[in-house]
């Protein structure tokens, strides 16, 4: 049979009160986003409480139906079949007919419910629902009607035509995209991080994501995983600007200069002031990761308030009270499962510490940053390279002259001197802590 059009329903969105227009617009507008890959001239409208989707002509339907379950704010997807108002009589011919093509040899209990969008039709909602049920009973003798707890619920909505549907299919949920703020997503090629970045879109929160990479010992492939997995999280976020940092240089930093069993709260430190710049300069509101207590040395409460003291952004963590299988499943429900699983390493598995620790000090890391700053402040001195710092004790804090810096680079590059090259990582590291735009790429998935 061919619908017409789609009946869109929502739940949090009817209870906003004055402001209700707004979330309705920013739905209409995704839906538009989501329909705009689908081929056809689709036109949605917002018609006296209502939202519709109407169809061209030729249309995919399953194609239809897919995008619009990928749009955060809608529970139930309606398909119509829309009829010319003809009068009673025909009107109960075209939904015996309607019956006879969407449910034939229907055999089960059913209730017919009226919708009098137009006031001026001269028969009653109660009238017009029993007497199509009766119509209806004729023609489907082994039918019932429950009006309590009916098996199946046919709609009629009386407007400048006819509109008939009885069947509702689930839609994601939610909030539409954009009604509450933006966030930046930390995006690992793991299982979690793009379910977390579901979960917040799911509440009308636009996403951005952040990717550390770490070439060589990060192949190219995967890198591709996580814009694969970016992609797929823009099915239900809509657009996503994924920024990749090249990493190589802090982690290798972090790697000779701090104790070994800090490496991972340190390095996770310092991505989440990277991921804080780039968040701030997108203006978002908050960070999102995929983090879950106790999952791993990183995520025992200790260590997530290490990792939070960097941060002046809220940091969330949808997951958090998930266990691993929680995750798994719900990754399967979204359609991630798949690539995360994919055996490429990213960034957090090439340096992992052999014992890390899992109840860090807060002093101890703090002593721990100290002593790296002082060294690169010693080696600069070295090459008289200018500098400035504030009076914080974080790494993070130490600015460099980037018009000297510059002027250096060549040299250190074609030297052949082994502390110069290592003073040329070691700088580039604070280069790219340091938020400077050459430090990364932006991919618009």
Known sequence: MIFHAFLIKYAEIAIK???RYIFEDALVKQMNIALSKVEGEFEVKKEQGRIYVFCPEQYDYDETVE???HVFGIVGICPVVIYEDQGFEQMAKDVVSY?????????????????RAKKSYPITSMEVSAELGGRILDEFPDASIDVHEPDLTLSVEIRDKIYVYSQTIKGAGGMPIGTNGKAMLLLSGGIDSPVAGYMIAKRGVKIDAVYFHAPPYTSERAKQKVVDLAKQVAKYSGPIRLHVVNFTDIQLYIYDQ??????TIIMRRYMMRIAEHFAKESRCLGLITGESIGQVASQTLQSLAATNEVCTLPV???????????????????????TSIQPFEDCCTIFVAKHPVTKPNLNVIHRSETRQRWRLLRLLRLINIDYKHSESADAASLCLNLKLWYTKKEELVNSSSM???????????????????????????
């Open 99 to 115: 019956m006879k093509n969407c449910h034939p040899n229907y055999d089960g209990s059913f209730k017919v419910y009226t919708r």
């Open 316 to 338: 969330y963590r949808p997951v958090i009270g998930f266990d691993k299988q929680e995750i798994v499943e719900r990754s399967w429900e979204i359609g991630t499962y798949e």
């Open 17 to 19: 009160g004055k402001n």
């Open 67 to 69: 995008a619009l379950q």
């Open 258 to 263: 701090c104790p070994h069993d800090e490496l």
């Open 419 to 445: 502390t110069a090259k290592k003073l040329f990582c070691n700088v580039f590291a604070y280069d790219c802590h340091n938020g400077i735009k050459s430090s990364a790429i932006s991919v618009d998935v």
